[in-house]
């Protein structure tokens, strides 16, 4: 039996997090509740682009992965289109010189892997479809209306001890373990890591699998702006967006129409110079929640919400439009240099962790030049690049912008992830970060706290933290 749905919920947050909340609350709790959004910046968050010569570029999340169902589903849904993104040639360079090249040619990419590093890219690609299949059971248990009330109860429901291990070790560890050699993993999977979280391979493995499953092929993005799922849910979920600041959140009592004293919840913001509050019966925090990035304050909980301090990676992208000075990287002329990425191995001289030509967010996925002065091309480093490390790394450029983010956390297994629920019908979702972050990593954990702030106001507990669910869900076909 259904109680009456709430009258008001709160989302702080408009990334893909926070958007993705607002559409599956909307389709559990229905059409009559008020849901508004807050949101301090930009609809998106860390999905944004970056304007060069007219045409935009991703700046911070890019890819998606072409298993992460939620985005595909979202994108369809929306009306959406995607691009391909196709990645063209890598090379890895240890700050000397090329370690690894690919080649356009597949069979000679295979024996020039087998030749450097034997089987062991093999191995790596089954060690990886390997996770990648119990953490596809996500689906399959949010499609039941399955709900878990903390991270590690949901990592747990997926793939066992197994995935809570490798919360708890570092992917060197974890890949030391599995016998993988230091050749290997300083050449192939250090780089990785290095572009996709600005770290090394001493953070938790379950994020460098995540990490190293965007070398599947198949990678794409949408076209205009990944973004636009954040507007696009936003507006389809009927959600009311307020650009505001939120400040305090503080547990209040309020005589509801039913004559009843309840247990409220009340949000004050800033917008501008003015400080205004509304009450709301559930609250759900979709940003991190630590003092440089949101500053949030809870007042009056008794007892008090737990204070959060997860440091943040600061990672700087740079989009720069100029002739890359190949030089640097090999003895070879521009115009034999065929390698359109270049990572690096993790070398404390280096002052970038990676180099790649990029295509505009509207074009197919071959990358051309803007002028016959060059592609543009996306860096990204720990650290503002000085003009003096642009010039080295071009010949000559004519444009560069940049943007700094406090992009993922900084991985330090073993990890403790925080609460999912931090009070009665308090809900945060950025704690899936602790485990990976990744746009499809906000929308699962969107979908469970929907589902998990629709059972529990309903009394529904059967579908919170049912334990063996995927043995159940098979003998229920
Ligand atoms: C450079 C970079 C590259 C990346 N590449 C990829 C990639 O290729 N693929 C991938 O899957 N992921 C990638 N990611 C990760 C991905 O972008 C994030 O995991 C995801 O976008 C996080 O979304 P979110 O909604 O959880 O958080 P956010 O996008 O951070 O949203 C939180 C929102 O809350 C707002 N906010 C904060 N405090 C307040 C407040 N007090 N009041 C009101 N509003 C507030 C913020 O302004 C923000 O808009 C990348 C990230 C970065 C930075
Ligand atoms: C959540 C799962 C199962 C898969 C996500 C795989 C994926 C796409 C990971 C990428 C994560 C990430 C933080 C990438 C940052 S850099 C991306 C890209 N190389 C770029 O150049 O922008």
């Known amino acids: 039996e259904l ?3 709430p009258d008001k919920i709160a989302i702080i947050g408009a990334g893909i997090g926070g958007t993705s909340a607002a559409y599956y609350l909307r389709q559990k709790f229905g059409k009559d509740v008020k849901i508004d959004l807050f949101e301090r910046g930009e609809v998106g968050g860390r ?28 994108v369809k849904d929306l009306g959406l289109s995607t ?14 010189t090329l370690v690894f090249e690919e080649s356009s040619w597949f069979i000679i990419n295979m024996i020039k892997l087998i030749w450097h590093y034997g089987f062991q890219s093999l191995r790596m690609h089954m060690w990886v ?4 299949d119990k953490f596809m059971r996500i689906y399959r248990y949010q499609s039941h209306d399955y709900a878990f009330s903390s991270v590690e109860k949901l990592l747990h429901s997926l793939g066992g001890d197994e995935f809570l291990g490798m919360l708890n070790r570092t992917l060197l560890e974890t890949l030391q373990k599995a016998g993988f050699s230091e050749k290997f993993l300083n050449e192939i999977v250090a780089p990785v890591m290095r572009v996709n979280y600005g770290q090394s391979m001493n953070i938790n493995g379950f994020v460098g699998a995540v990490s190293l499953s965007s070398a599947d092929s198949g990678l794409w993005a949408v076209k205009g702006g990944n973004k636009l799922v954040c507007s696009g849910l936003l507006q389809a979920s009927k959600s009311n967006l307020i650009s505001g600041s939120v400040m305090y ?3 209040k009592t309020r005589t509801k129409h039913t004559g009843n004293p309840t247990k409220m919840y009340e949000v004050i913001y800033q917008i501008g110079s003015e400080i205004r509050s509304d009450v709301y019966d559930i609250v759900l925090v979709a940003t991190p929640l630590n003092r440089k990035m949101s500053n949030i304050t809870f007042l009056n909980f008794d007892p008090p919400i737990e204070e959060f301090h997860q440091y943040y990676q600061h990672i700087v992208t740079t989009l720069i439009k100029g002739q890359l000075n190949s030089t640097l990287f090999s003895s070879r ?3 034999k240099f065929d390698l359109s990425t270049i990572l690096t191995t993790d070398n404390s001289d280096l002052f970038i962790n990676s180099i790649g030509i990029v295509s505009s967010v509207t074009e197919k996925d071959n990358p051309q030049p803007l002028t016959d002065r060059g592609y543009v091309w996306k860096i990204f480093s720990q650290e503002i690049l000085t003009k003096e490390q642009i010039l080295k790394l071009f010949l000559s450029y004519d444009y560069a912008v940049k943007q700094s983010w406090l992009a993922y956390p900084h991985y330090k297994p073993p990890e403790k992830c925080p609460s999912i629920i931090l009070h009665d019908r308090l809900y945060y979702l950025s704690g899936i970060e602790c485990a990976a972050s990744a746009m499809e990593m906000s929308a699962i954990a969107a979908h469970n706290a929907a589902l998990l702030a629709y059972h529990r106001w309903n009394g529904h507990t059967d579908m919170i933290d049912q334990e063996d669910l995927y043995e159940k869900l098979k003998t229920e076909l």
């Open 333 to 335: 002329a521009l115009d």
């Open 47 to 74: 999905l944004a682009t970056m304007t060069v010569r007219g045409q935009e570029y991703e700046a911070g999340g890019s890819v998606i992965h072409p298993l992460n169902l939620h985005m595909k589903r979202f």
């Open 3 to 5: 109680r009456a749905p």
């Open 129 to 132: 479809e390997d996770i990648l």
């Open 83 to 96: 691009i391909q993104s196709s990645g063209g040639l890598m090379g890895v360079y240890n700050g000397e």
């Open 249 to 251: 959140i503080e547990e």
